[in-house]
């Protein structure tokens, strides 16, 4: 019994050597690969590994999260000025950023289906999505880290110089709320409202 027992643990031992521990830790600024592969940027390897993008926020398990794209998906007007969306107004800082559900808000504006070029934009059919004013949040408290890695995989910088970004969470039927890195990126973890047909860029997210 004790020789099997053994050669269980050995068994066991050459497997978890063999087989390395994937998105055991996952941090802020780790590279997104395809099939929901993270890798810290010192293990990732272009010739193995294919980036999709930027660990930006990690859960309480510490393997799960979101991701940002490596690269903007163009710029685009949120909606028609004066069409109500599906989703619900949400006015105020503060309740704007407890919305963190960009899948659910990017589902249920095109499966209504109307004039929403900025959700167009996003790959949904591939798990991407406009992220929440919540999300955008996160995003921009960690943006030098993600910069970072930016650099390292060659994506698409945030410029902190004015460059602004939509939100999946509308306002009110002229408004939907984005993030704006005018006055540097300490401040970028404010939210404003603005004309939805104005065009702004369209940067999406995933969950891991």
Not at 94 to 119: C, H, V
Request: aromatic share 12%; charged share 20%; glycine share 10%.
């Amino acid at each position: 019994m004790r020789k099997n027992l053994m050669k269980h643990l050995m068994t066991a031992l050459l497997i978890a050597v063999a087989v390395p521990f994937v998105n055991a830790q996952v941090h802020v600024g780790d590279i997104l690969c395809e099939g929901d592969l993270v890798v810290a940027p010192a293990d990732y390897d272009k010739d193995n590994h294919s980036a999709i993008g930027v660990v930006f926020y990690v859960d309480d398990s510490g393997k799960h999260g979101w991701a940002v794209s490596l690269y903007n998906d163009g710029s685009e007007a949120w909606g028609s000025y004066g069409e109500d969306s599906p989703l619900g107004n949400v006015k105020g800082k503060g309740k704007a950023a407890k919305d963190i559900d960009g899948y659910a808000n990017t589902k249920a504006i095109l499966e209504a289906g109307g004039d929403f070029p900025a959700f167009n934009a996003v790959d949904f059919e591939n798990g991407w999505y406009l992220p929440a004013a919540g999300q955008m949040k996160k995003l921009y408290s960690n943006v030098r880290v993600v910069n970072a890695t930016l650099n390292e995989t060659g994506g698409d910088r945030f410029d902190p110089t004015g460059f602004t970004y939509w939100s999946s969470t509308e306002s009110t039927v002229f408004d939907a709320w984005y993030m704006c890195s005018i006055g540097g990126i300490e401040r970028t973890t404010d939210s404003f409202n603005d004309c939805k047909k104005t065009p702004k860029y369209v940067r999406s997210v995933r969950t891991f």
